[in-house]
């Protein structure tokens, strides 16, 4: 494709006024998001070079007999062969962190109702974290995913298309300031693409090549069925510490009464015309989406991930602020979550 420069035309393409915006937008926001978190982050969470989940030391170091606590997943199975007594292998702390983002841009997140888009919030997030570890020459890389096929808008609860893998992109992990910035400019301007996009076959990109232990975080809505990504989830958690952040807008969780509202799923098309003025079908509602997150919490938690939800109706910054220095608070304590 030949570049924007070569063209000579004065002429805009359909659709290059919409890209240039959204580029010029993703740019803005990011400018604003590096003075946020800096202003807000430096200072109040300095001390801890491994950022919001660091792990034990991914260096193999001597064996020592088991002892009752040890985690078993650290058995030395060839001297425990030898000796007939078992042996976990110990770790020696390294410095450097590596921390990986499987960044969720599916057409859901292209949603939002109060302060900001969902998409917003997920590149808020990926920023604050990239801020926080990509310090003392931390490595930090990423995955994006966006939706699959374009879907066709349709009436009615027709079954909806099957899940395809969508686009995926690996972004190689690199340390520097000037590097993470990259990233960030690569994932902002990301396209969100429309159709559904599958969330388990994102995760399972950080699975693939295995790495040595570090930190992955996940930034989603989690709307996709937890059928769908929970087993890679839990499958990442054996060798990294795993962070889940969600991102909630709070028309997601019940409806206003405004009537007649036609809503559209951006994923598969499908349109619906929903009465509002119902309060058993608001309360219908609110009662589903309110099992639908209680299903979702229980899959990170039983997949052993941390779990940090944020809306875009609340100062996501305080709310990733007081999930660190939780966490920080519950390692000095000698817990883990």
Request: charged content about 25%; cysteine-free.
């Amino acid at each position: 494709m030949a570049r924007a420069a070569a063209v000579t035309s004065t002429t805009p393409r359909p659709g290059e006024p919409d890209r240039m915006a959204a580029t010029n937008r993703s740019g803005a926001v990011l400018s604003r998001l590096q003075l946020l978190v800096t202003r807000k982050l430096d200072g109040l969470l300095q001390g801890d070079y491994a950022g919001l989940l660091p792990g034990p030391g991914s260096e193999a170091g001597e064996s020592r007999e088991y002892r009752p606590g040890d985690d078993v997943r650290r058995m030395d199975w060839p001297v425990t062969a030898r000796t007939t007594t078992p042996h976990v292998r110990r770790t020696v702390a390294d410095r450097e962190l590596e921390t990986w983002l499987a960044v969720d841009l599916s057409a859901s997140l292209d949603f939002g109702t109060s302060r900001w888009l969902k998409r917003d919030v997920v590149i808020a997030a990926a920023a604050a974290i990239t801020h926080l570890t990509v310090r003392g020459g931390n490595r930090i890389g990423a995955v994006v995913g966006s939706g699959g096929d374009a879907p066709v808008p349709r009436r009615g609860r027709r079954p909806a298309p099957p899940a395809g893998p969508g686009r995926l992109v690996r972004l190689p992990a690199r340390s520097g300031r000037k590097e993470a910035q990259g990233l960030l400019r690569a994932i902002a301007g990301t396209e969100i693409r429309p159709g559904r996009g599958d969330l388990g076959a994102l995760i399972d990109m950080l699975n693939r090549p295995p790495r040595r232990r570090g930190v992955a975080v996940v930034v989603s809505d989690f709307l996709a069925p937890p059928a769908q990504w929970a087993r890679p989830l839990r499958k990442l958690r054996v060798r990294q510490d795993v962070l889940a952040i969600e991102v909630v807008d709070p028309r997601e969780l019940e409806l206003p009464d405004v009537g007649v509202l036609p809503v559209i799923d951006p994923e598969t098309g499908e349109l619906h015309e929903v009465q509002t003025a119902d309060p058993s079908l608001r309360h219908r509602y609110a009662a589903a989406a309110a099992a639908q997150r209680a299903e979702i919490s229980a899959a990170l938690r039983a997949a052993g991930a941390a779990h940090l939800r944020l809306r875009t109706d609340r100062d996501w910054l305080l709310d990733m602020v007081r999930f660190v220095a939780a966490q920080r608070h519950a390692r000095t304590r000698g817990t883990t979550r």
